[in-house]
């Protein structure tokens, strides 16, 4: 018998595993900023294409010294979650607190939000990154 035909040991199976986690990207945690509870993954953020910045918004919303180029993103929007006290509540559209120390992370709306971006997202949960905390693991 050759070693080719022979099963992988326990040991090769956990190297061979190990070696792949290098060029596998590391998973990313929001926690929110004042008491570092987790919050979020990165698997349930919900993407969103980038809108077209301020003239998306209606007038009277637009920067007055807006330009065209286009802005990133202030928030992240993520599906609901069971920490979400006013969505468990049977709210429709409301502010989101954290768990921990009921700082105010976001807030959202089962009818849709428009991103600072632009880009419309339905529904939606959106946690604003000036709140969170990212770090990678």
Not at 17 to 41: D, G, L, N, Q, T
Not at 50 to 64: A, H, L
Not at 69 to 81: N, T
Request: proline fraction near 5%; charged fraction near 30%; aromatic fraction near 8%.
């Amino acid at each position: 018998m050759s070693n080719s035909d022979e099963p992988q040991s326990s040991n090769e199976t956990h190297k061979s595993e190990m070696e792949k986690s290098p060029s596998e990207k590391p998973k990313v945690i929001y926690r929110c900023k004042k008491c570092r509870r987790i919050v979020a993954s990165e698997e349930i953020v919900i993407p969103h294409e980038q809108g077209e910045g301020e003239k998306c918004f209606r007038w009277k919303d637009r920067d007055t010294n807006w330009s065209e180029m286009k802005p990133q993103c202030s928030a992240i929007f993520v599906e609901p979650m069971k920490w979400m006290q006013a969505v468990e509540d049977g709210n429709v559209a409301d502010k989101l607190f954290c768990m921990g120390c009921k700082a105010r992370l976001g807030s959202f709306n089962w009818a849709g939000m428009q991103c600072s971006c632009g880009a419309w997202v339905n529904p939606a949960f959106q946690l604003i990154k000036s709140k969170l905390d990212e770090s990678s693991t």
